[in-house]
């Protein structure tokens, strides 16, 4: 394959392919934000499967900007060592690690802050949400908290963090024209919430430190999502695209586009700009990792799903071996909350390994 297993140079980390293990919550966790066993086992068990890089999946900063009442947290000091834990059990497998940080905005179970009024539905649950307007002071708060957690991502050993500013989350919620209605500064220039985040950080932190963001592909356009890129591109070391504000973007790609509308997109923002760019949605074999890091030029693939059914993904995709295939559930089993022992594309992996084996 002529990409995806090159080696690839994110900051001063070297990533031994081009492909990145994507943040994905999935586990039934502590409530207490802690880190479990089940936690270290799960980073381990795909750093040994050979990826070249490893998001950890959405860390809240705030107890009440959890996505579900069960989420790995960074609020507090005595977090750390436990998450230190899995940095350093992902280092000892040569695999760099970066810390996804996150606040879910209106889309929390425990808070409902947006930069504006805002009733929407959940895109996940269907729940009605009923979002209330970011004080001044609400808004320090928020980002003395992001800053707060990357530093701790910094003592805990991580090689950098990824702020989540996709999904509807926070973050998104203040890039998106059509939910970010202020008439203050942060209405004027949505980049400003994000750019102090990512300021803050950097102080707290090295040179280093790897800073980077995962960014909706169109929000609330493609156009627009270019001009943010343009204005981050100074502080960040990386783009992670995927899927903006659920109902609030508008997607666009040419007739005939053999991938997903944020595959395109991802390829136009990497035109555009001059920092690395990952590219991910959906990419569920091999060969379509390295066609999609050939057509659209990015430098990392994002494999999500494809590590739940078989963390040795990457391994069986050197060696040719079945690397096994995400059926694409309409209601995932490895989201928290439901019985992953029951997905149907791992049943079908295992079922063929064992005749592979006998």
Not at 36 to 57: D, F, M, R
Request: hydrophobic letters at 35%; charged letters at 20%; proline letters at 4%.
């Amino acid at each position: 394959m002529k990409r995806l297993f090159q080696k690839f140079q994110l900051g001063k980390q070297i990533c031994k392919n081009r492909v990145v293990c994507l943040p994905m919550v999935t586990s039934k966790y502590r409530e207490d934000g802690y880190v479990s066993s089940e936690n270290i086992e799960h980073y381990t068990k795909i750093a040994k499967g050979g990826v070249g890089l490893i998001i950890q999946e959405a860390t809240c900063v705030s107890k009440t900007g959890k996505l579900s009442f069960q989420q790995l947290g960074i609020w507090e000091d005595n977090q750390i060592p436990g998450l230190k834990k899995i940095a350093t059990a992902v280092h000892r497998e040569h695999v760099p690690i970066i810390i996804q940080i996150h606040h879910g905005g209106i889309m929390s179970v425990t808070g409902n802050l947006c930069p504006s009024n805002l009733t929407c539905k959940n895109p996940f649950s269907g729940k009605a949400l009923q979002g209330k307007e970011m004080s001044s002071e609400d808004i320090e708060t928020v980002i003395h908290q992001f800053v707060s957690s990357g530093e701790r991502a910094y003592k805990a050993g991580y090689d950098g963090i990824e702020l989540h500013g996709a999904h509807g989350y926070l973050i998104s919620q203040f890039l998106n024209t059509n939910v970010n209605k202020r008439l203050d500064k942060y209405g004027t220039d949505p980049t400003l919430f994000v750019l102090r985040i990512i300021k803050g950080i950097r102080l707290v932190t090295s040179s280093d430190f790897i800073i980077g963001i995962r960014l909706g592909a169109f929000e609330p356009t493609l156009e627009a999502t270019i001009n943010t890129a343009k204005k981050l591109e100074p502080y960040i070391n990386y783009l992670n695209i995927s899927a903006g504000f659920f109902g609030m973007f508008t997607p666009c790609k040419p007739v005939g586009y053999p991938y997903m509308e944020h595959i395109y997109a991802s390829e136009k923002i990497k035109a555009a700009i001059n920092v690395p760019v990952f590219v991910a949605n959906f990419i569920t074999s091999p060969q379509m990792a390295d066609d999609i890091l050939v057509r659209t030029n990015a430098d990392m693939v994002g494999i999500g799903r494809g590590l739940l059914i078989n963390p040795n993904w990457v391994k069986d995709a050197e060696n040719g071996a079945n690397t096994g295939t995400c059926l694409q559930c309409k209601n995932c089993f490895w989201l928290p909350g439901n019985d992953r022992s029951k997905c149907p594309g791992k049943k079908i992996f295992a079922q063929n390994q064992s005749s592979v084996t006998h």
